[in-house]
């Protein structure tokens, strides 16, 4: 039972563009989502979070958008540049410490 | 450097065989868990731990085992029951439970393959 899909395996952008990966869940209990980004042979690490009680949250190039009533997120990344080239995985839990996880989209960013 | 460490990199396990994945961290983390991932599968929760001594099964905890003796500490063992390990392990802490705000910070994680 996924409860967090991301719907593409792989996006390619060119330098300079925005990058926008989309992320879907079905537990309406989820009320706090994470961003990690993750190299090959590297573990995950920690990219942006937003809570249910925020639309949005942005650092640096980064912006998440949060849509409650259509259980969706996105990453928007601007400018893409070439060392953002990695996986992306969404996350969201619910309060505990039952993190569920998207499956990844590879992001391929072209110079 | 804090952060959590994984060993061994690569593990070949024969059939039958049991296997364990180390796992350290010095971030001086309360929490500790273990997830799997398979090719286009989200990070699955095999086991996690909140304090030393105590670990709660995760989704997919048959066919595994842990211990917490130590904070620093989770190690996490493939058993000859499960029968398909073949995946990739990570290893993750956190200072509190994630969605009250904190991070899950993860190791470089470890390919586990049967011969």
């Known amino acids: 039972d996924q409860q967090v899909k991301q719907n593409s395996p792989s996006l390619s952008v060119q330098e300079g563009r925005i990058s926008i990966l989309n992320c879907d869940y079905t537990?309406?209990?989820?009320?706090?989502f994470l961003w990690y980004k993750k190299y090959p042979a590297e573990g995950p690490t920690f990219l942006i979070s937003i809570s249910s009680i925020k639309d949005k949250n942005e650092d640096g190039r980064f912006t998440v958008f949060l849509n409650k009533s259509a259980k969706h997120l996105s990453l928007h990344i601007v400018p893409s540049q070439p060392g953002d080239s990695a996986v992306y995985f969404c996350a969201a839990s619910a309060g505990n410490n039952d993190m569920r996880f998207g499956a990844g989209t590879r992001l391929t960013v072209k110079p | 450097d804090g952060g959590i460490t994984q060993s061994p990199k690569y593990l070949f396990r024969k059939e039958g065989q049991n296997v364990t994945l180390s796992c350290e961290q010095n971030?001086?983390?309360?929490?500790m868990y273990w997830y799997r991932q398979d090719p286009g599968q989200g990070l699955r929760l095999i086991y996690y731990?909140?304090?030393?001594?105590?670990?709660q099964k995760g989704d997919i905890a048959e066919g595994y085992s842990v211990s917490r003796e130590k904070k620093e500490s989770f190690p996490l063992t493939v058993t000859s029951a499960q029968k398909n390990p073949t995946a990739f392990y990570l290893c993750a802490s956190s200072s509190a439970f994630p969605g009250v705000g904190e991070k899950l910070f993860f190791g470089s994680g470890t390919q586990l393959s049967v011969l």
């Open positions: 971030l001086n983390h309360d929490a």
């Open positions: 537990n309406s209990m989820f009320d706090y």
């Open positions: 731990s909140q304090i030393v001594n105590d670990f």
